[in-house]
């Protein structure tokens, strides 16, 4: 069960007025029928009290498809009427080239006022496109979205990230719904029959997912014990962290202005990596 103090938060909008938000709010007028678990719920919040998010206006919501885990994103809106608002915000340009399919390539560079070069990001149509799988063909294939709009969807990934290296402080934490890894949960509902749908996945198969998902997170670990700052927020953004060698948790630190000196996160990070790297020793030398 989370923190009763980060279950409760309040908001301050643009205009100065004070949204109170709780977990009954959220899933009752926010995310009705969703089956949002308390961690999630804890990520929700603290990420719109930290960067101040009104989810009533969309600037913030939760994407949850069954029981996979929930997704957190920001609206594209949210960080141009942000960035409009920084005093040193000095403009962006976005260009999508004339490549088709995985070919196509986005750049985005946004200006700063004190600063005498651009932040510049190049993205790539192959590492963003959202993906859906077609049970009748047996394969994934782009998802609506993505095989419609392609060019507007890259370019929103690729003005978003640069708007987030260029104002880190503005949009910590903050991730647009084009740049989240939708693979294994778009159309999820539509998809799988419902007489098929179970929680319980072949031996096999859930120890390779485990592995994978271990392998990114021990990636991230060590790159955070090793001093990169962007490790930690996605750190903080992932949704699940292994305890005891099972999925049986969430972090539930989410004070972005705080983490990186929070005793409890590093002492987290720092006895999680040992861990999982003992536990990939055991396994190799089984």
Known sequence: MADNELMVVDVTTEGGEVIHLTPDVVRNYLCPGQKIADSEMVMFLQLCRAQNLNPFLREAYIIKYGDYPASIVVGKETFTKRANRNPQFDGYEVSVDKGNGDDMTATAKVYRKDMSHPFEVTVYFEEYCGKTFD???KLWVTNK??????????RKVALVQALREAFPTDFAGMYSEEEMDRKP????IDITPPERKSSVQPKAETKKEESTEQEKLLKLLTEFCDGKEDAMTQLLYTHSFYENGDKTGYLKLADLKQASTNERFQKWCHTTRKKMEEDINTRESA
């Open 145 to 154: 979205q993505w095989a419609s709009k392609p060019k507007t969807m890259l």
């Open 135 to 137: 049970r009748d063909k």
């Open 185 to 188: 949960y778009e159309d999820a």
